[in-house]
């Protein structure tokens, strides 16, 4: 790393360009952070205090998203690119201090999809680095923060000209914070292969060649969209093992200790936005942990905290939950022993099932094998139960205790007047040291009750009954007879049609739909939330499942995304 002292002048330049702040008190350098550290990321804008959500999960650290300009062109941040929420002590500035005062720190993110797609990443959207930097240093003194990332991903990835200007911004902070004697890490989040970096390695060669230390380099082991089925803790490692290779590269200097020292990994607990076939699950929590103490990597993390608990199983890419069966903050725990100085993981055990899924007639029964197994320290005994049975099931487990590594039997019979349909049943085993599940998929033979798209064709030539502002029915292009819809985003709108359905309820469905376009979303909220999208200038079927609550009222979407092109769908519906 090569450092060197800027003139007072030019150091004058850049602190008149930082703007006041107003902070409770005097700023004070913060405190490094722990050279293990586990901070899962905070979505700020969901209005939840960071504070209180990271008392309740137990979690000391978080990463904040995301920091970015309100408009691209301007040189300014602002949580969420609100200018609502700027950055001052009084947005969340209390949060961050009672987390501090918890031993405990804060890491904010600039950057983010969103940001790196719109042209509002910082570096994207400003062009002067010395503001550039004025701004990172206003996030520095605002909040004391020891730590800035910068998640840089999508359109980012290939601005050269923004490359250089962040890398550049952060040497001028970096000198400016060892003029001031603060401690000052900085981090790079950004997408992988599973074998290691790609465009992503432009941004860390740039770093090296503008002098410019990075810190870590944290992967997002998650959404390869690569088309194929993942072993997500073994993809994790291997994805990390290629990036050490290219680090080894760019720090001819560094040992393989500290090469590793370097990494960071972040998952996406449960079903990610590619779909089922990228689930990282709970028992990946423990092989991760365990593999990350031993190759002594820097950081841990996940997105996101809300999504930490088990209440939409079935549903991908959710915000708000990891689509499945797991107790509120499993992943939050599991990783929590992380920060520090990587203790030696305890007592637990992994639980599943053998068949995991099975078909039934109405009025019949069906077995499988619950299996348990040590994943760390000594067999302890796991108490079973399984839950989550409809009307006219009914499931059990024997024996109720084993010693992990041992099995149990899990038995489900049916009645004549049981509803047909896919059923997810939680089998959760808990013991001294906590507790873990594992779904069982009971598929009950015959014709599922629906609620029918209405229109799903557009062959009426109308929009009724979809609901739709500044959308049309068009004759081509059309995925079969003569119409289609159009829909037609806006810079401010998303350009969404959408339609109630009354479904069937704790059932679960699948929704399917033909679009064509860049970024062509399907998907429901309301009783069930789930979606799928993808950019193809061809007819591509989205196939989104999901699973219906008590109510079993939903709301069928179709949109694009702001300010792109219209996107195209055809021949909807839900079975």
């Not at 060892?178 to 970096?197: C, E, K, N």
Request: glycine residues 10%.
């Amino acid at each position: 790393m090569r450092r060197s002292r800027r003139s007072l002048a030019s150091l004058l330049s850049v602190l008149a360009a930082v703007p006041l702040v107003t902070t409770v008190g005097t700023a004070q350098a913060a405190t490094a952070l722990p050279d293990h550290v586990f901070a899962p990321y905070f979505e700020a804008w969901t209005g939840a205090s960071p504070a209180a959500l990271a008392q309740q999960a137990g979690v000391k650290h978080l990463t904040m998203a995301f920091l970015q300009a309100a408009t691209k062109g301007e040189c300014t941040v602002h949580w969420n690119g609100d200018r609502g929420m700027p950055v001052a002590d009084s947005t969340f500035g209390a949060d961050f201090r009672t987390i501090r005062s918890r031993g405990g720190d804060v890491i904010p993110s600039f950057g983010g999809y969103t940001a790196d797609n719109t042209g509002t990443e910082i570096a994207d959207s400003c062009t002067d680095v010395d503001r550039i930097a004025a701004a990172y240093e206003s996030v520095i003194t605002t909040y004391d923060v020891p730590r800035l990332d910068m998640d840089i991903e999508d359109n980012s990835l290939t601005d050269a000209a923004g490359i250089d200007r962040r890398n550049k911004a952060l040497k001028k902070v970096q000198d400016w914070a060892a003029a001031s004697g603060r401690p000052l890490q900085v981090s790079y989040t950004l997408p992988t292969s599973t074998s290691g970096l790609t465009s992503g390695l432009d941004v860390l060669q740039n770093a090296v060649s503008n002098g410019t230390c990075v810190d870590v380099v944290n992967l997002m082991t998650f959404d390869y969209y690569d088309n194929a089925s993942h072993q997500m803790a073994t993809d994790t490692q291997r994805a990390a093992t290629g990036l050490v290779s290219q680090l080894a590269s760019l720090y001819p200097g560094k040992t393989q200790a500290q090469l590793w020292g370097m990494v960071g990994v972040t998952e996406m607990p449960g079903i990610d936005d590619f779909g089922a076939a990228e689930t990282f699950t709970t028992a990946d929590a423990s092989t991760v942990y365990n593999w990350a103490v031993s190759k002594g990597i820097n950081e841990l993390s996940f997105w996101a905290l809300q999504r930490d608990n088990g209440g939409c199983p079935g549903t991908g890419g959710s915000d708000s939950c990891s689509g499945i069966a797991q107790d509120t903050w499993f992943f939050s725990h599991a990783f929590a022993p992380f920060t520090g100085g990587n203790p030696a993981p305890g007592n637990d055990f992994s639980v599943a099932a053998s068949p995991a899924a099975a078909s039934v007639d109405p009025g019949g029964s069906v077995t499988a094998t619950v299996n348990t197994a040590v994943t760390s320290g000594s067999a302890q005994q796991v108490a079973l139960a399984v839950s989550g049975a409809p009307a006219g099931v009914t499931a059990s487990v024997s024996p109720a205790t084993v010693t992990a590594g041992g099995s149990a039997g899990l038995s489900i019979t049916t009645t004549s007047a049981t509803q047909p349909g896919r059923y997810p049943l939680t089998i959760t085993g808990t013991s001294a040291s906590g507790s873990h599940s594992a779904t069982y998929t009971l598929t009950v033979n015959g014709t599922s009750p629906t609620g029918s798209v209405v229109n799903g064709n557009f062959e009426t030539g109308a929009l009724s009954p979809w609901t739709a502002a500044g959308d049309s029915i068009v004759s081509s292009p059309a995925h079969s007879g003569s119409h289609a819809l159009q829909v037609t985003p806006t810079s401010s709108t998303t350009g969404e049609a959408a339609q109630n359905l009354t479904l069937a309820p704790n059932h679960a469905y699948t929704l399917k739909a033909w679009v064509q376009g860049s970024y062509a979303y399907a998907g429901v909220r309301g009783d069930a939330t789930a979606d799928s999208w993808t950019s193809s200038a061809g007819w591509t079927q989205l196939t989104v499942p999901f699973t219906t609550g008590p109510s079993g009222a939903v709301m069928v979407y179709i949109h694009g995304w702001y300010g792109q092109s219209p996107v195209y769908a055809d021949d909807i519906s839900v079975i």
